[in-house]
Nanobody, 124 residues
């Protein structure tokens, strides 16, 4: 069992930056791939970024490429999402997720564990 707790959300102006953190419980964090998803009001939850268990491979949605960076620190059981050049359309609740499986990381069903989410609001 893995428990995930996100933090770092908040209100920021367009063009600003935020760094989200996701702290995982348990001693097997380094064996899990981690993902970030987001859900805007009235919309479905969508993939943002993912990182392999080693950190050697990263994956991004088109909307995140070039602006967001996912990373992890296995010694701290923490995954991060650095978000730069934020836009109002990035406003959403951001969720981190974990999976022990290898392969696809782009879909909600690929992940077994989810955090409670952290709100990100970007004002214009």
């Amino acid at each position: 069992q893995v428990q995930l707790v996100e933090s770092g959300g908040g209100l920021v102006q367009a063009g600003g930056s935020l760094r989200l953190s996701c702290v995982a419980s348990g001693r097997t964090f380094s064996t899990y791939a981690m993902g970030w998803f987001r859900q805007a009001p009235g919309k479905e939850r969508e993939f943002v970024a993912a990182i392999s268990w080693s950190g050697g491979s990263t994956y991004y949605a088109g909307s995140a490429k070039g602006r967001f960076m996912i990373s992890r620190d296995n010694a701290k059981n923490t995954a991060y999402l650095q978000m730069n050049s934020l836009k109002p359309e990035d406003t959403a609740v951001y969720y981190c997720a974990a999976t022990p499986s290898e392969g696809s990381y782009y879909y909600i069903g690929d992940y077994q564990y989810w955090g409670q989410g952290t709100q990100v609001t970007v004002s214009s």
